[in-house]
């Protein structure tokens, strides 16, 4: 297994020789040139981790590399090689973007721990940039508005809870935007290529609803008249959705905790168990936490849907956002109708940022998408 790769740029072929034994040995991909043009092209033509250059060469040398390398890609992973008399050149070359500097004759322990440090530096940086682009990618869902710090911090989370397997429960008032961020944490997980299974368990009789999760077998029931798959199984690799979890009758919800706690479900009516490997986010508008007193909802299944909690504010609590979805919505219709409207008056935009808002976004626009 590779451990990551490095060019070597040496105009001394013994020096790239001993360097390409040693670090092949450790498990990196090495690539070696005797100069900068031949690195340049190297680098034109595929990406490597780090690049070991030597700082004086014949020609271009390893600080002009650093330069027009750094000019592309300012994160790229620099190490320079120099003599003990070129020392104050090297350490200009770390104040212009190289990570370290070894002297000449290089010796092998320390070489390894530098080339070890380099690489943790540079899986931190490969982390933060996939985070950043789950971030930026969240934040720009057309469907998901809002500006205010309780809205942000939800995108925060959901950037960074997207790509674990970590069971999560969404909780908030109708209209708010739950299946929207149970879609997006979906879309940010590596599951992303999966399929996507959204249930809604208060629209699902109690009679129904374990042949709707887990399947049936033919006969199994009247009316079963052929095999049926589950959303669990439909959803195998990926993700289900369980909207309204807090709906779910009792004798459900310790089906519901074995499939969690086994991994494998059963279809009604049949004798095998399946195997499977989902990722399971739900969500309510009921406090659980008191429907576990009532005796309506089990304490232990909770805990297992309960491992990341994201709690999506109502409008009323988060009135600046109201201007955000008030300019969104006179944009899209006024495009949608054909009509120019330039704004909405001071004195209307009051009316609304006043208002409580008891259906939430839904309870403006039916016809819309948005949910916030």
């Not at 989370?157 to 674990?164: E, L, R």
Request: glycine letters at 8%; hydrophobic letters at 40%; proline letters at 3%.
């Amino acid at each position: 297994m590779m451990n990551g790769s490095i060019l070597i740029v040496d105009d001394e072929k013994g020096q790239r020789d001993i360097l390409t034994v040693i670090l092949s040995k450790e498990g990196y991909d090495v690539v070696d040139v005797p100069g900068v043009r031949e690195a340049l092209q190297k680098v034109g033509r595929r990406e490597f981790d780090l690049i070991l250059t030597d700082l004086k060469m014949q020609g271009e040398s390893g600080l002009d590399l650093l330069e027009k390398v750094l000019e592309d890609d300012p994160q790229q992973c620099v190490i320079l090689m120099t003599a003990h008399g070129s020392v104050d050149s090297a350490v200009e070359a770390m104040k212009k973007g190289a990570f370290d500097y070894l002297e000449k004759p290089l010796e092998r322990d320390n070489l390894i721990l530098t080339l070890r440090r380099a690489f943790e530096r540079i899986g931190l940086m490969r982390e933060n940039r996939v985070l950043q682009k789950r971030v930026e990618a969240i934040q720009t869902i057309p469907s998901m508005l809002g500006e205010h710090p309780k809205m942000r911090e939800v995108f925060r989370v959901v950037a960074k809870i997207a790509a674990t397997s970590s069971t999560v429960l969404i909780v908030g008032e109708s209209g708010t935007g739950k299946e929207l961020v149970a879609r997006a944490i979906h879309d940010g997980s590596q599951r992303r290529e999966k399929p996507f299974m959204a249930i809604n368990c208060a629209a699902i009789p109690d009679t129904l609803i374990e042949s709707e999760l887990f399947g049936h077998e033919k006969g199994s029931f009247t009316g079963a008249n052929a095999r049926e798959i589950g959303i669990f199984e439909a959803a195998n690799g990926g993700t289900v959705f369980l909207d309204e979890i807090g709906e779910m009758n009792v004798a459900m919800q310790a089906k519901l905790l074995r499939a969690i706690q086994e991994k494998e479900v059963r279809r009604v009516g049949g004798k095998v168990n399946i195997p499977l490997d989902v990722r399971i986010l739900s969500a309510t508008n009921k406090e659980l936490e008191q429907e576990i007193k009532h005796g309506n909802f089990r304490e232990d299944l909770f805990y297992r849907l309960n491992v990341i909690r994201i709690n999506l504010p109502p409008l009323r609590e988060r009135g600046s956002d109201v201007k955000t979805l008030t300019e969104y919505f006179v944009k899209k219709y006024s495009k949608a109708s054909g009509i120019a409207v330039d704004g909405i008056s001071k004195s209307a935009l009051k009316l609304l940022m006043n208002y409580t808002w008891p259906g939430n976004v839904r309870s403006w626009n039916r016809s819309s998408s948005v949910r916030c």
